[in-house]
Structure formats: C-alpha cells, structure tokens
Nanobody, 120 residues
Framework: QVQLVESGGGLVQAGGSLRLSCAAS????????MGWYRQAPGKERELVAA???????NYADSVKGRFTISRDDARNTVYLQMNDLKPEDTAVYYC??????????????WGSGTLVTVSS
C-alpha cells in the first residue's frame, strides 16, 4: 500500500506565497508522474501542475508564471511553490502520484487534500 501525505496549506493574503509538499511512502518501486490538482467549492477537480520522472512539467494556463512544480526522487516528494496567489486560487489541493509498486504494476494514488485559502 502507498500513502501520500500533503502539507503546507493555509490562509494567505492575495499576492502572498505558499509551498505545498507531498511525500509518498510505502511499497514503491518507482514513482512516475506526480502532480497537483485542486477543487474549488462547486467546481470540478482540475489539474494544476504535473511533473514526469524525466522532469517534464505541465501547468494549467491559470497558474503559468506563478506556480512551480518540482520533485525530489530520493524522497519520493513533490512540491508546489505558489507565488502571487489570487482569491481564485482558493481550493482544496490534492496530490496525485502514478506509482509502480513493481516494474509492471502501476496505480494512481491520491492524498487527502490540503486547503488553500487566499483572502482579498
């Protein structure tokens, strides 16, 4: 079994910064894609950013230039640096990891979410 534990959410004023972390633990052969999603009240969950094991990144248009995703493979950890936060960034942020528990056995895992609230 694999667990994802997120940290770093909280309340911040508009224009401020937060850094989210998500550590994967358990029976892990290798972690492929790691990413962050978010879900605002009354809205569907959306991709914020993702990073492959090769370091390629993908961002939602709404966060490009403000958010940076990175990973530490030695720690099976993914980070999301969020700068210039806006009230519309308010949401529960979920970590996602595509994990191989063996070389052939791959599965998606989700964290329980961390709340980010941006006040105007």
């Amino acid at each position: 079994q694999v667990q994802l534990v997120e940290s770093g959410g909280g309340l911040v004023q508009a224009g401020g910064s937060l850094r989210l972390s998500c550590a994967a633990s358990g029976k892990i052969f290798r972690v492929d894609v790691m990413g962050w999603y978010r879900q605002a009240p009354g809205k569907e969950r959306e991709l914020v950013a993702a990073v492959t094991s090769g370091g390629n990144t993908n961002y939602a248009d709404s966060v490009k230039g403000r958010f940076t995703i990175s990973r530490d493979d030695a720690r099976n950890t993914v980070y999301l640096q969020m700068n210039d936060l806006k009230p519309e960034d308010t949401a529960v942020y979920y970590c996602n990891a595509n994990v191989r528990i063996t070389i052939l056995n791959r599965k998606d895992y989700w964290g329980s979410g961390t709340l980010v609230t941006v006040s105007s």
